[in-house]
């Protein structure tokens, strides 16, 4: 089944202590990115890939690293997690460097940072 | 700055009983319009895209539609199963993040049996 997966679904933690989500498409997408959500905020774009070492910022990038070793995978890492990065977070994937066909999103991260 | 505005922000319906949601949006250069479906918990899960103004496509009991300034999603004879939200983004042609879908908040839609 072509799926975009992301673990873990909750993550409660504290503040300053380094997570990383995960996420992996396998639909042999080259875009992959980034969201999150917040209520009245609707989904913001945080990171982006076009394709394997090639990340670039989105529209809330601060206090988020990502990498791109692997086609498939995707992972987004909050070196010292703050209050303010409660959100709920979804990955994206996309057939084409550009982004610009439809994007397949995965089930969600909800994260508490306490 | 591109905005996505979506209308109404929640919407209650009978079973069978039809109605349009709204996209508006400005963007310098529009590249393409997604209408997504998302259920609670969930993802948000693909619906159309639109290039052009006249543009339409369905599925099922929905139907997207695209002028040059606003895109409505028409929901015909609407079944409960329907009920969820319903975002609409939009992609601009031109640089800025590459592939950034720029949301609207949503139509909570639900419908009654």
């Known amino acids: 089944e072509a799926q975009v997966t992301q673990n873990p679904r909750y993550l409660i933690t504290v503040t300053g202590k380094k997570l990383t989500v995960t996420c992996s498409q396998n639909?042999?997408?080259?875009?992959m990115s980034w969201y999150r959500q917040d209520p009245g905020l609707g989904l913001r774009q945080i990171y982006y890939?076009?394709?394997?070492?090639?990340?670039d910022k989105g529209d809330v990038p601060e206090g988020y690293k990502v990498s791109r070793k692997e086609k498939r995978n995707f992972p987004l890492i909050l070196e010292s997690p703050s209050p303010n990065q409660t959100s709920l977070y979804f990955c994206?994937?996309?057939f084409g460097a550009g982004g610009y066909n439809e994007q397949f999103f995965g089930p969600g991260t909800r994260l508490t940072v306490l | 700055e591109d905005q996505v505005t979506q209308s109404p922000e929640a919407l209650r319906l009978q079973e069978g009983e039809s109605s349009s949601l709204n996209c508006s949006y400005t963007?310098?250069?529009?590249?393409?319009l997604f209408w997504y479906r998302q259920d609670p918990g969930k993802g948000p899960e693909f619906l159309f895209t639109?290039?052009?103004a006249g543009e339409e496509k369905e599925k099922e009991r929905l139907k997207a539609t695209l002028t040059k300034k606003e895109s409505f999603l028409h929901i015909t004879a609407p079944k409960p199963e329907d009920s969820a939200t319903y975002l609409c983004?939009?992609?601009?042609?031109?640089?800025?993040?590459?592939?950034?879908?720029?949301f609207g908040k949503g139509t909570k839609l639900s419908v009654k049996p």
């Open positions: 994206a994937s996309s």
């Open positions: 639909m042999n997408h080259e875009y």
């Open positions: 890939s076009m394709n394997v070492e090639v990340t």
């Open positions: 963007v310098s250069g529009l590249r393409g």
């Open positions: 639109l290039y052009s």
């Open positions: 983004a939009v992609q601009a042609d031109y640089g800025g993040s590459q592939g950034n879908l720029i």
